[in-house]
């Protein structure tokens, strides 16, 4: 499995960004995609998840903001980001699995990895 992630790019608070994510290798229509980033010196954080049919989950410091969403006939993932403030700055990757798992915000349990794509919030 591929992922190639991109959208990335500076932008002041208050505007907007869009995320993509392209999957490659992916089988099935039962796989998670999910989006983290991480800012230098701290642990990787989760944003947001999607699975086939399930609603999307989102961490609480970027709910109502940003949007998850997919486009399973081309396998790509998306991450609409509205309303973007400086803390919002830091590297997002995106990361797949097979199938959903209940602990969808924990990194460890997906199998795949985007490069990182740089967002950058100036006040």
């Known amino acids: 499995v591929q992922l190639q992630a991109s959208g990335g790019g500076s932008v002041q608070a208050g505007g907007s960004l869009r995320l993509s994510c392209a999957a490659s290798g992916l089988s099935g229509s039962e796989y998670a995609m999910a989006w983290f980033r991480q800012t230098p010196g701290k642990e990787r954080e989760f944003v947001a998840a999607g699975g086939s049919g399930r609603t999307p989950r989102y961490a609480d410091s970027v709910k109502g903001r940003f949007i998850f969403s997919r486009d399973h006939g081309k396998s790509t993932a998306y991450l609409q980001m509205n309303s973007l403030k400086p803390k919002d700055t830091a590297n997002y990757y995106c990361?797949?699995?097979?199938?959903?798992?209940?602990?969808?915000?924990?990194?460890?349990?997906?199998?795949?990895w985007g490069q990182g794509t740089l967002v950058t919030v100036s006040s």
């Open positions: 990361a797949a699995r097979s199938r959903w798992t209940v602990q969808y915000y924990r990194d460890v349990w997906y199998d795949a």
